[in-house]
């Protein structure tokens, strides 16, 4: 008898040791989640892992958009995360905002570990899942732009260097090294055949995409540091958000993304639709 409860103790003893172990690598969030999580976003829903909505809050949960009538799309990229428990998706894309003077990154995040942005205006909570991240002041696009009363968005031919961020460059003046890469704005008001503020952010994401792309620092700021990186996925198959009869839970790159969390495995990676994120093959920025 006294071996028989011996031994049912060491079981016991093996179990609480082992047991730990293999919850601390049981996946607890599920493809369906994540995918979910998307669709309220492109729905224009406030997610599941939103903070509670007090009365008068206002919240947004912003979903990709190649097409923004204001903003010019130059670069975009997808950054995924996950461990046992937590996952985040980290939509990046890069431009110039029309009439808005400034070129931005915009960090859209998507995940159980979200860090919302969170902002309060005469005694309203603002709450997103979108950060803002300025390349191009405009301060410093006021400085560039060409004085004539009929330029819009023009930069001066006697411009020598732009400022990114802390950064100064070197201006490339030479229009026809931009329409050897596709960029070539449709200006109808251009008689000196300047180049756009639109164009230079794009002739940028051509020739030296890291000038304007967020860093690591910058993308983690709403998302746990010590969440593990699985992948950064530069090119994918991207449908229209304004094409609202498929949701991301209908379409592969979603799906895909879900799997890899999942799995924490990049090798998941296997579209088979032809990759279609490059600005060219969208129309944005002509509102």
């Not at 808005?100 to 860090?115: M, Q």
């Not at 205006?121 to 400085?143: A, C, D, G, M």
């Amino acid at each position: 008898m006294q071996s028989i409860i011996t031994l049912l103790l060491y079981l016991l003893l093996i179990a609480g040791c082992e047991n730990p172990k293999k919850a601390n690598n049981k996946i607890s969030f599920t493809e369906k989640e994540i995918l979910e999580e998307l669709d309220l976003s492109f729905q224009e829903k406030p997610g599941n892992f939103f903070p509670k909505k007090g009365q008068d809050d206002i919240q947004y949960n912003f979903f990709p958009d190649l097409e923004h009538g204001y903003f010019f799309t130059a670069g975009n990229r997808i950054h995924l995360y996950a461990d046992s428990t937590r996952w985040a998706i980290v939509f990046e894309k890069s431009g110039y905002a029309n009439r808005g003077y400034a070129a931005r990154i915009e960090l859209d995040y998507f995940g159980n570990c979200v860090n919302y942005v969170n902002e309060e205006h005469n005694n309203r909570k603002y709450v997103t899942n979108s950060q803002i991240l300025t390349l191009i002041s405009p301060e410093e696009f006021n400085r560039i732009k060409d004085s004539a009363e009929s330029s819009f968005e023009l930069i001066s031919t006697d411009t020598k260097q732009i400022k990114i961020r802390d950064t100064t460059f070197l201006f490339d003046n030479n229009l026809e090294n931009y329409k050897k890469l596709g960029i070539n704005s449709d200006i109808h008001d251009n008689p000196k055949n300047l180049i756009s503020f639109e164009d230079l952010i794009r002739y940028l994401n051509e020739t030296n995409p890291s000038l304007i792309s967020a860093s690591e620092k910058e993308i983690r700021q709403n998302i746990p540091q010590d969440i593990p990186k699985i992948m950064t996925i530069d090119k994918f198959h991207f449908e229209s958000w304004y094409e609202k009869s498929k949701l991301p839970s209908q379409q592969e790159t979603y799906q895909l993304l879900a799997k890899i969390l999942r799995s924490r495995d990049s090798s998941n990676w296997k579209p088979t639709l032809k990759a279609n994120n490059h600005w060219s093959n969208w129309e944005s920025g002509h509102l």
